[in-house]
């Protein structure tokens, strides 16, 4: 029998199988906690630190002090990987309010639940990214920037699950989200990019979108490989007419749509800038420099 994965949660490893938390932790009892979806390729955490500080800033906007310190805390995630002999992995780091009591307040919660997964991934490439994946707008907006803002990647995710829903009963790949206002916002896990006439838009920071660690690092590369890269609110009409799409995220890498709402994107096959960004991306990712390495 193979042997099982080992997760961590609060200084302990548990195989998975036995890897529980309590009934009465505030991240299943209310979605109360954050969390961070981050890959390792070939060895290499990709951007490890960039989102370990974005975990700490989400726990600070919801006021969640996490019991570790951020050096602490890469070193949980990296030791998980060392524990599983993983070098190409999905990791999912988890921080919720903790153990409490049936009320909500957060004041019965004293400590803050850690938990760190290193499973497996497939890294083979998928036949809808060779040819692009067809995706639809959602009934389903993304919540302004108040309270329950993506831009914190807390653990109420329902808004994102109700949108999939749709997606999947629809038969497309993909659901995107509009902000409040009806301009573009980002998918369920992925931001968003159109290309126009050879320069790359993206919706601004305010339409509640999460900063993407992905969409930050393929706008660098972009702008390395002489593209302009430019935030603007995209209208359906713009997205509809753009010559590219495509979205990018830690679990999606970069992925051309070809399809919205049944309206063919550009060519209907992904286009030539999307094509080289995708070709470019495996090479940031294993570049030591824009990661961690787990084993030195
Ligand atoms: N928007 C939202 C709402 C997200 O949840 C992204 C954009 C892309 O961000 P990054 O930083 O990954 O480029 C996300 C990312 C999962 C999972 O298991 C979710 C995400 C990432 C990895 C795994 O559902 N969300």
Same mark, same amino acid.
């Given at each position: 029998m193979e042997k099982e994965l080992l997760v961590y949660i609060d200084g302990e490893y548990y195989p998975k199988s036995k890897a529980k938390v309590s009934v009465y932790d505030h991240g299943l009892l209310y979605g109360d906690g954050v969390f961070e979806g981050i890959r390792a390729y070939s060895g290499i955490v990709f951007k490890l630190k960039e989102h370990v500080d974005r975990l700490y800033r989400s726990a600070h906007t919801i006021m969640l002090q996490i019991p570790? @310190?951020?050096?602490?805390? %890469?070193?949980?995630?990296?030791d998980t990987l060392r524990k599983n002999n993983l070098k190409d992995a999905y990791i999912r780091l988890v921080v919720t309010r903790g153990i409490g009591d049936l009320g909500l307040n957060p004041k019965k919660c004293p400590k803050a639940?850690?938990?760190?997964?290193?499973d497996t991934i497939s890294l083979h490439k998928s036949e809808a990214k060779e040819k692009g994946v067809t995706a639809m707008l959602s009934w389903v907006k993304r919540d302004p920037v108040d309270a329950t803002t993506h831009e914190i990647k807390s653990l109420n995710y329902l808004n994102s699950i109700?949108?999939?829903?749709?997606?999947?009963?629809?038969?497309v790949d993909e659901a995107i989200c509009l902000d409040k206002n009806g301009f573009i916002c980002e998918g369920v896990a992925e931001n968003m990019f159109i290309v126009k006439n050879r320069r790359?838009? @993206?919706?601004?920071?305010? %339409?509640g979108a999460l900063p993407g660690i992905t969409a930050e690092a393929v706008t660098k590369l972009a702008r390395k490989l002489g593209y302009e890269v430019i935030e603007k609110n995209i209208t359906p009409y713009e997205l509809f007419n753009a010559e590219e799409v495509f979205f990018t995220g830690t679990a999606a890498e970069v992925v051309p749509v070809r399809e919205i709402n049944k309206r063919q994107i550009g060519s209907g096959s992904p286009g030539p800038i999307t094509k080289r960004l995708m070709e470019e991306f495996p090479k940031l990712v294993r570049d030591p420099s824009e990661g961690t390495p787990i084993y030195q």
């Open positions: 570790v @310190t951020k050096e602490e805390m %890469t070193k949980i995630v990296l639940t850690i938990i760190v997964i290193a109700l949108a999939k829903i749709e997606a999947n009963i629809s038969n790359i838009f @993206t919706p601004p920071s305010y %339409t």
